[in-house]
């Protein structure tokens, strides 16, 4: 099991920038990847991105393309997601997850999950 803990989440304007962090623990060695998703109110949870622990590599999803980015500290296996441009869209819990197993490159079964952390931004 991954324990994953979430924060910098806030309130900020339209245009900011923001950085969350994930603090993962435990079975990390286990863990293919570490993905980011987000669910704002009354919708269905979206992926945000995910970061590969074998070589680094990033995937993201189509809405935040060219403004979010994943990168990795593996002295201390923290996680970050890098906002620029933020939109008031782009308001949800942002959630952290460590993956289960891989199906394929840039694919994932996610199987842990932290508590999440809010990010609002307004117009």
């Known amino acids: 099991q991954v324990q994953l803990v979430e924060s910098g989440g806030g309130l900020v304007q339209a245009g900011a920038s923001l950085r969350l962090s994930c603090a993962a623990s435990g079975r990390t060695a286990s863990s293919p990847a570490l993905g980011w998703f987000r669910q704002a109110p009354g919708k269905e949870r979206e992926f945000v991105g995910a970061i590969d622990w074998s070589d680094s590599s990033t995937y993201y999803g189509n809405s935040v393309k060219g403004r979010f980015t994943i990168s990795r500290d593996n002295a201390d296996n923290t996680v970050y997601l890098q906002m620029n441009s933020l939109k008031p869209e782009d308001t949800a819990v942002y959630y952290c997850?460590?993956?289960?197993?891989?199906?394929?490159?840039?694919?994932?079964?996610?199987?842990?999950w932290g508590q999440g952390t809010q990010v609002t931004v307004s117009s």
């Open positions: 997850s460590a993956a289960g197993r891989a199906f394929s490159r840039g694919h994932y079964s996610w199987s842990s």
